[in-house]
């Protein structure tokens, strides 16, 4: 069943028009949840558009008519050096997001220098709904899968030679009554490397995308299985558990 994104309706009317209003954007499309799964009434709606010349200056402009257009409470911008060849932000259309009591209204908006051939990976990132690709730039194919091979193989034996002294970190910050600590080392090399090995075990074209997306991307019920293992109260059972379960899926992928 499709997203239904007529909460959005302004925006989307907005960005349908925008390349008669800025005409260095060459494609422009949304997706994230609204095309992978997912969507629900406080998701915002993730756009991409990539554009002929200087990427900063088109965003400039893009970010000039949202603001002209739509009601705009406030922008987030991200640092100019997040992308190298574009800028992000997150235009919010609501004041204090964090108020689930309607739906929420956010655009999460890229835009980046069209590159010599533009593709998008479906499996990983879903069929994008294209507003604007009047040249048909955009190609949807897999990416290169010898490099994301390769990546995975790297992400099994870093956590399998590293398994050792990360048990040690975290059980020693335990030992040591170091909370805060503890809990950090846990994430980062239990339950994290843990769900990298769940991912290349049973989504591997998604194998980096961490702890997001797990009830639509791993087996039924083992999102709730990775919950169980978070931080608690009884921390030190829950990191043996954690790297006892990363030890039975390294077997596996040996």
Known sequence: MAADLSRYDDCLRLLTALPDRVPTLQVVVVNGSAVTGGWDEHSDLDVEAWCSGDAATTYDAVLALFRQELPVDHVWELPETT???GRQCFVHLQPDAADLGRPTRLLDVVVQTTPDRLTMDTRRHGVPL?????????VLEDDDE???EAQRRQAVAQTSARRQTAAWLVE??????DLAEA???HLRFAVEPLVRLLRI??????HDFGLRYLRTD????????VEAVLPGPDLAVRTRAAFAWQDEVLRELR
């Open 83 to 85: 992308w190298p060849t």
């Open 130 to 138: 294209v507003l604007h690709d009047p040249d048909r730039l955009l």
């Open 146 to 148: 010898a490099e994301m």
């Open 172 to 177: 020693r910050a335990i030992v040591r009554g």
């Open 183 to 185: 809990t950090a080392l």
């Open 201 to 206: 075990q049973h989504c591997p074209a998604r």
């Open 218 to 225: 791993l087996p039924a019920g083992m999102a709730e299985q």
